[in-house]
């Protein structure tokens, strides 16, 4: 039972450092998506007074993707029974342009104030409609929540290092007299901490496992998939096969770090 508890002492931090980095990572495909939405899906529009070449419109900021001249026919055409011929040429007249620019990728708050202001500066444009008021909170709520969870992974991180060699000491003050005993012996260092070294890859592939179950259930998760879906994101997409390779990376390369560290620390006080 203690040798478990010792165990789980290990796994559960590796575990909980590994749950953080796969969610951050989550959460940021997540948002990018979200942009590729709203770059697909956002559009300005401009109203002028006359026509402006859409390459002029272009120049105003690297963000404007394409301009494009909305046909002001179909509106005409569906009022033309309404109204007799010399009122609807009358209202062609004196009827402004309109304009649809999309974006190469849907910018903050602070540059779509920016390029406002500087399609407002050219010549001709009476009206800038840029719709942040229902795209901008739900894309600020998100790049809020990476944030936090940016600053909960850290904090993740360095507590779970922290247990992981508090851990890693008690083990080597268990097995302290058979490491003074094989010092005695002439063994490297690396030889008498080489129980460290096997409960540290051990435990990390535990660790290891235990996501990758997590990862597995959720992603067939009928309440994860549809709450996915409403958002028009698919799950296959959230976790990609790169993952599992990385997270192998960080819980090896955590607990051997620790490992080495406990050890150096040892080699010194001996």
Same mark, same amino acid.
């Not at 039972?1 to 290990?10: D, F, P, Q, R």
């Not at 948002?31 to 070449?53: G, P, Q």
């Not at 247990?163 to 268990?174: A, F, P, R, S």
């Not at 080495?260 to 040892?266: N, S």
């Given at each position: 039972?203690?040798?478990?508890?010792?165990?789980?002492?290990?796994?559960l931090?590796l575990?909980?450092?590994?749950?953080?980095?796969e +969610?951050?990572?989550i959460?940021?495909r997540v948002?990018?998506? +979200?942009?590729?939405?709203?770059?697909?899906?956002?559009?300005?529009?401009?109203?002028?007074?006359?026509?402006?070449?859409p390459?002029a419109?272009?120049?105003?900021?690297?963000?404007?993707?394409?301009?494009?001249?909305?046909?002001?026919?179909?509106?005409?055409?569906r009022?033309?029974?309404?109204?007799g011929?010399e009122s609807?040429?009358?209202?062609?007249s004196?009827m402004?342009l309109f304009?649809?620019?999309?974006?190469?990728?849907?910018?903050?708050?602070?540059?779509?104030?920016?390029?406002?202001?500087?399609?407002?500066?050219l010549?001709?444009?009476?009206?800038?409609?840029?719709?942040?008021?229902?795209?901008?909170?739900?894309?600020s709520?998100?790049?809020?929540?990476k944030?936090?969870?940016t600053?909960?992974?850290?904090?993740?991180?360095?507590?779970?290092?922290l247990?992981?060699?508090?851990?890693?000491?008690?083990?080597?003050?268990?097995h302290?007299?058979?490491?003074?005993?094989?010092?005695?012996?002439?063994?490297?260092?690396w030889?008498?901490?080489g129980?460290?070294?096997?409960?540290?890859?051990?435990d990390a592939l535990?660790?290891?496992?235990?996501?990758?179950?997590?990862?597995?259930?959720?992603?067939?998760?009928h309440?994860?998939?549809?709450f996915?879906?409403?958002?028009n994101?698919?799950v296959?997409?959230?976790?990609?096969?790169?993952d599992?390779a990385?997270?192998?990376?960080?819980?090896?390369?955590?607990a051997?770090l620790?490992a080495?560290?406990?050890?150096?620390?040892?080699k010194?006080?001996?």
């Open positions: 039972m203690k040798s478990i508890k010792n165990h789980l002492a290990l796994i931090p575990f909980a450092i590994l749950f953080a980095v +969610y951050l990572q959460l940021d948002v990018k998506m +979200y942009e590729e939405r709203l770059k697909a899906e956002y559009t300005i529009i401009v109203v002028t007074e006359k026509s402006v070449k390459e419109v272009q120049q105003v900021s690297p963000l404007i993707d394409k301009v494009e001249l909305v046909d002001a026919n179909q509106v005409l055409m009022i033309r029974q309404q109204i011929q609807l040429a009358k209202l062609q004196v402004p304009y649809t620019i999309t974006l190469h990728r849907y910018p903050d708050q602070k540059s779509l104030e920016s390029l406002r202001k500087s399609l407002m500066a010549q001709g444009v009476k009206r800038v409609q840029m719709f942040e008021k229902v795209h901008h909170p739900l894309y709520m998100l790049m809020f929540l944030a936090n969870v600053i909960f992974a850290l904090f993740f991180g360095i507590v779970g290092f247990l992981i060699i508090k851990q890693m000491y008690v083990w080597q003050l268990e302290q007299e058979r490491m003074q005993i094989m010092a005695l012996f002439g063994a490297p260092v030889l008498r901490s129980v460290l070294f096997r409960f540290a890859i051990v535990i660790a290891l496992a235990m996501m990758a179950g997590l990862i597995f259930y959720l992603q067939r998760d309440r994860v998939v549809a996915l879906s409403d958002m994101i698919d296959a997409q959230l976790v990609i096969p790169k599992f990385q997270l192998a990376g960080v819980a090896l390369g955590t051997l620790c080495f560290w406990v050890v150096a620390r040892f010194e006080e001996s």
